[in-house]
């Protein structure tokens, strides 16, 4: 099974997360494996840190719910919340199979959030500027929730675009980059 996980700053955190950051990549590094893709989400400037992204097959919620609370950062305070949703690779592979790279032009994470249960969504047929695309799903996996996306864009109404004019509750659109060490 496939999860998104996304822990989001508590404010003030920078200094305990930037003291916690080899014990983070460390942490990790144990799920090397098992990573589709992860990274640092950022405020609109692009430079203040929002949260963290990290998208792995791990196998049941109980150990997606552990991989997330037994983060050092977690147990430390550092994040205000963590979202862990039930989510599907529809690409079929990872952030370093991307062909663009990890590093180079901007990138975004991209949450279209649902209207309402069991709406549906659409893959988008051009797909090289995506580094990571899936449903968020319930936890039976079984109801559309909205969707999360990676993607290189050249700005942030470009990335935006990668969810089609659909019908979306909310939508949000952050900086990214390729995380980790791997």
Same mark, same amino acid.
């Given at each position: ?54 998208i792995a097959e791990l196998p049941d919620p109980a150990a997606a719910w552990a991989f997330a609370c037994e ?5 430390a305070g550092a994040y205000r919340d963590v979202m862990v949703r039930r989510w599907r690779n529809e690409l ?12 180079? +032009?901007?990138?975004?994470? &991209? %949450? @279209?959030? =649902? #209207?309402? !249960? ?38 942030? +109404?470009?990335?935006?675009? &990668? %969810? @089609?004019? =659909? #019908?979306? !509750? ?13």
């Amino acid at each position: 099974m496939e999860f998104f996980v996304y822990h989001r700053d508590r404010v003030g955190s920078l200094a305990l997360r930037q003291a916690l950051l080899e014990d983070h990549w460390s942490y990790m590094d144990g799920f090397a494996a098992e990573l589709i893709a992860r990274g640092p989400v950022f405020e609109a400037d692009g430079e203040s840190l929002r949260g963290s992204v990290h998208i792995a097959e791990l196998p049941d919620p109980a150990a997606a719910w552990a991989f997330a609370c037994e983060e050092p950062g977690y147990q430390a305070g550092a994040y205000r919340d963590v979202m862990v949703r039930r989510w599907r690779n529809e690409l079929g592979r990872t952030m370093w199979d991307f062909a663009g790279g990890l590093t180079g +032009e901007d990138r975004y994470l &991209v %949450l @279209g959030l =649902g #209207p309402e !249960a069991g709406a549906r969504y659409a893959v988008p047929a051009e797909r090289e500027e995506l580094l990571a695309f899936g449903p968020l799903l319930s936890d039976d996996g079984e109801t559309w929730l909205g969707t999360a996306a990676l993607v290189r864009a050249p700005d942030a +109404e470009a990335a935006r675009g &990668v %969810l @089609g004019a =659909g #019908p979306w !509750a909310q939508v949000e659109v952050y900086p990214w980059e390729c995380g980790g060490r791997r």
